[in-house]
């Protein structure tokens, strides 16, 4: 005792010679870091991106290179041969979600840094509350064999199916049309081949695992930028990358039949009426370029955005468009999405949809100040075209930096209504999460 605490006095006086060790999930490397790179025993410190590294629990197994195989350039134009039928109706009918341990962890460390009883107590709830697992990055995609594998053996001894949700979120040039999450493959640099290896490596592992039911949201923010924000030139010149990326997860993951919901923006974004056509245009288009697959279920809206599924009154940031919620904007968009023959049906994202009215503008997407966690997960959604309300984006884990000279700040996350010090997207963010738990509504 007397000589660790002898130790710690002596790190605090030579802090250049010896860095302190990071606990679990902070940050501990990237660049412009000068903080500690060494984790504490039973994390390992990861490369999450050039900008971040990260104390994750366990030692440094997943691979951080792309895989040796070479991916086919052009994707084929069949559907893969081995496709299964899905089943009929609402894929989450019948099934259990698989909780990722991931976010569990996140939230339990969470947890132990609030010191009021009543609010550590309301926050360790979380925990229990299933929310989708993002892989932003192929170092992370052989995670998800282990929570495959997991949810394989939960569902042997429980006797009941499991689900388990993920975000295919690599595209390359990704985010066109803001900074925040900017992605890890360049076009410039081999990244349409590079994304068609990290798809290659989930498929890989859904494969393994038939017992268990994959839902899957396809690369929020871009098929929406293809339809609005074409004047971005870093947009116009993703258009073909995303397009063909996207018609490739599609068929390779419905080889190994993963229910897929094609992310579809929000009210505030595509909802506007001028869009919906436009939007629904595009989702039926690729759907038929890919060649149908059954598996693909439908569009998910709202991804980490702050909508309400139904609005008591419009917030009045809405004001000019009749769609100011995703219930409108869902029941305006399904009629143009039949009528192309793309499968109408929905999952809304309400993980931080709890508190409304505090945006000073709807476009403003940034750890908004005052949100609140929103709706629990629920297959009881009021409407036939929803098939389930969700939790996407994981409450806590940071939409962006508000860090100016970040390379990837984006000014959104330092306007008015932007919670200050935020660290870098998809990072943990303390104190927005204990904001959001304090702001639960319902409450928890
Ligand atoms: C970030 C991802 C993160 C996701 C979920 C996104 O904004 O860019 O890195 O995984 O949010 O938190």
Redesign the pocket.
Known sequence: MFKSTAFLALLSLVPTLVSAQQPLYAQCGGIGWSGGTTCVSGATCQKLNDYYSQCLPGSATTPTTTPTTTPTTTPTTSVPTGTTTPAAGNPYTGYTIYLTPYYADEVKAAAALISDATQKAKALKVANIPTFT?F?VIAKTSTLGTYLADASAKGKASGQKYLVQIVV?DLPDRDCAAL??NGEFSIANDGLNKYYGYIDQLVAQIKKYPDVRVVAVIEPDSLANLVTNLNVAKCSGAQTAYKTGTIYALKQLNSVGVYMYLDAGHAGWLGWPANLTPAAQLFAQLYRDAGSPPFVRGLATNV?NYNALSASSPDPVTQGNSNYDEIHYINALAPALSSGGFPAHFIVDQGRSGVQNIRSAWGDWCNVKGAGFGMRPTLNTGSSLIDAIVWI??GG?C?GTSNTSSPRYDAHCGLSDAAPNAPE??TWFQSYFETLVKNANPAL
């Open positions: 993002w932003d979120y925040a999450s980490a984006k994981p884990e939409d997207a998809g």
